[in-house]
């Protein structure tokens, strides 16, 4: 059983003329960390609100196309049954916080799920602590920075204990410090929860760590899908799709195109450090050329 | 800003460890109770009860004052108006073409000036020991729909986004050029649509958010949705309760019964 699975998808929505997606396929594998890339209106979000009913129960249009989580065909549940299954985090931060307190905002999908008192106090608790957000149970929402408020959706996601997270474009909003924590979050998730992850992103810098699979979309089509190293072999295609390639595997492709080879592919400083390193110590055996 | 909206002021006091339901029925039996009595001595009794009860509360008196400035000044404008609009009883201290002072009715307008003291006294004392997040789980439990409840407390946390909103829209216009505090009124309201339909928009789009981030957190899933928070009522709480009836009943008993005229 595949944690998602689109089948030739197509969706329009209500009153207008474009295709917001355009006959996308996607299976996602339990487990699997995948980043969505691409630039403005290439369709990210409206994937997103796909991933738990969203589309087509709150959002009218014209749907085409099966979309199923976990075996489950999302169009014939309700959006609150398939919110057990797929936690989604929204763009805006101020906009889908909308408790008085931290602890009852975290508490509210259990609530809603009819979840017993303790179990439920025990689940915020956890929640809080996963998302470094301990001790906050008391404070508004409103007076959190962007970082933790984003930070506070996740755990209220997390707490109805779902099987998929699904963020769109999570770290907009933040800054560079925000940014940090929120990342080291969605990489505890993948690496010691073995979370199933779905992130939409314009930027493909950050998620480059700990992405199992890149997908480029453009349009409202998905143009490539692949391991990060595979997809970024070519960074002309990032560019191709609006998004910037990271500095990194830009130095890579430098590097092949200058060396007339295509041996060069890292992802992280580390790797580009050794890689560079053992060309220049090693003993030239040929000459220049 | 939000200091403004939510008057609540944490504190350990008997009245802020009060159950929240035990606070709103005790403010609806004060409330009646300043409407029943119709003596100034007994409303000023009343007043001095309830302000007892704001220093027992912690509240200080600036803050109080703030807070209540509208109300004040809106009692002041009662003893003022009151006695010019009502002409009836005797003696009559001062006249001036139709308008007749008499005694009486300088007296009845002292006499509202101090119900509408209580009462505002009164409310703020609740809004000042409970948080608002407690008001709104005491209507629940006290059998408001959870909607309403959760509608409510939406517009409580959200009032501060928006007064935000607004005041990063206007610094926006004015920075544009837009003058907000000059010209006759016409040519401000004018000015102030500016402010207002970006807030519009923008408030409807976090509606929108709003609404799915509301669905995907699994609202409405359940009719029998549990609540993290619960209310227990204590002893004291029991206690409290049988003192305000006690102090409702017996001048209601008296008046309505007894017909004594207090
Ligand atoms: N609520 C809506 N009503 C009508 N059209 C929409 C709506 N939301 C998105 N679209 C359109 O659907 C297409 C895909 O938009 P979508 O929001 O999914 O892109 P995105 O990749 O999330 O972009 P961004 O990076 O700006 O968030 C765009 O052409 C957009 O104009
Ligand atoms: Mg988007």
Redesign the interface.
């Known amino acids: 059983m595949k944690a998602l699975e689109l089948n030739n998808v197509r969706f329009k929505y209500r009153d207008f003329q474009n295709w917001a997606l355009d006959s996308v396929s996607l299976e996602v594998e339990k487990g699997e960390f995948v980043t969505i890339l691409g630039c403005n209106g290439s369709g990210k979000s409206t994937l997103c609100l796909l991933t738990n009913g969203l589309i087509p129960h709150a959002i009218q249009g014209n749907l085409q196309g099966s979309v199923s989580v976990f075996g489950n065909n999302v169009g014939e549940q309700p959006v609150s049954q398939s919110a057990t299954k797929v936690g989604i985090v929204f763009q805006e931060p101020e906009s889908q916080l909308f408790c008085m307190s931290v602890e009852e905002e975290v508490a509210f999908g259990p609530e809603n799920l009819a979840v017993p008192r303790e179990e439920i106090k025990t689940r915020v608790e956890w929640a809080l602590e996963l998302v470094g957000m301990k001790g906050y149970n008391n404070r508004s929402p409103f007076s959190l920075s962007g970082g933790q408020k984003q930070r506070v959706a996740i755990a209220a996601a997390l707490s109805m204990r779902p099987e998929m997270l699904v963020l769109d474009e999570p770290a907009y909003a933040l800054d560079p410090v925000g940014r940090l924590g929120l990342y080291s979050v969605l990489r505890d998730l993948k690496e010691k929860h073995g979370m199933t992850v779905i992130l939409a992103e314009r930027d493909a810098e950050e998620a480059l760590a700990f992405s199992d699979r890149f997908v480029l979309m453009k349009d409202g089509k998905l143009l490539e899908s692949g391991p990060p190293r595979q997809v970024l072999r070519d960074p002309a295609k990032l560019r191709e799709i609006g998004v910037a390639p990271p500095q990194v595997t830009e130095v890579a492709s430098l590097l092949n195109t200058r060396m007339g080879t295509s041996k060069f592919s890292f992802l992280t400083v580390e790797e580009a450090e050794r890689a560079i390193l053992e060309e220049v110590l090693k003993p030239k055996k040929e000459g220049r050329r | 800003m ?1 200091g403004f909206i939510d008057l609540y002021t944490e504190a350990d006091t008997f009245l802020h460890r009060m159950d929240p339901r035990v606070k709103i029925v005790a403010v609806l039996l004060l409330s009646l109770l300043a409407f029943i009595l119709s003596h100034l001595y007994l409303l000023l009794a009343l007043l001095t009860f309830i302000f007892l009860l704001l220093f027992l509360a912690r509240a200080t008196i600036s803050r109080t004052a703030f807070a209540l400035k509208f109300v004040l000044r809106f009692m002041v404008l009662i003893i003022i108006l009151w006695p010019i609009f009502d002409p009836t009883g005797t003696p009559v201290l001062a006249s001036l073409g139709p308008i007749k002072i008499t005694e009486p009715a300088v007296w009845r307008g002292v006499t509202s000036a101090a119900r509408v003291g209580c009462l505002a006294t009164v409310w703020y004392i609740l809004m000042f020991t409970t ?3 407690d008001l ?1 789980r005491a209507l629940v439990k006290m059998g408001v729909r959870f909607d309403f409840g959760l509608t409510l ?2 517009s ?3 009032l ?2 928006f007064g935000a909103l607004i005041d990063s829209i206007k610094d926006a216009q004015r920075a544009r050029g837009l003058e907000l505090s000059k010209g006759g009124l016409l040519k401000r309201s004018k000015n102030y649509v500016a402010v207002l339909v970006p807030t519009i928009v923008s408030a409807l ?3 929108d ?14 009719a ?7 209310l227990n009522m204590r002893p004291s709480d029991y206690v409290a309760l049988a003192v305000l009836a006690a102090i409702l009943v017996l001048p209601a008993f008296a008046k309505f019964v007894m017909q004594v005229d207090i």
Do not use: C, K, M, N
């Open positions: 939000g948080s608002q997040r709104v407390a939406i409580l946390r959200f501060p986004t789009r976090t509606a958010t709003l609404s799915l981030a509301l669905q995907s957190r699994a609202y409405g899933a359940r029998d949705r549990t609540y993290l928070r619960d």
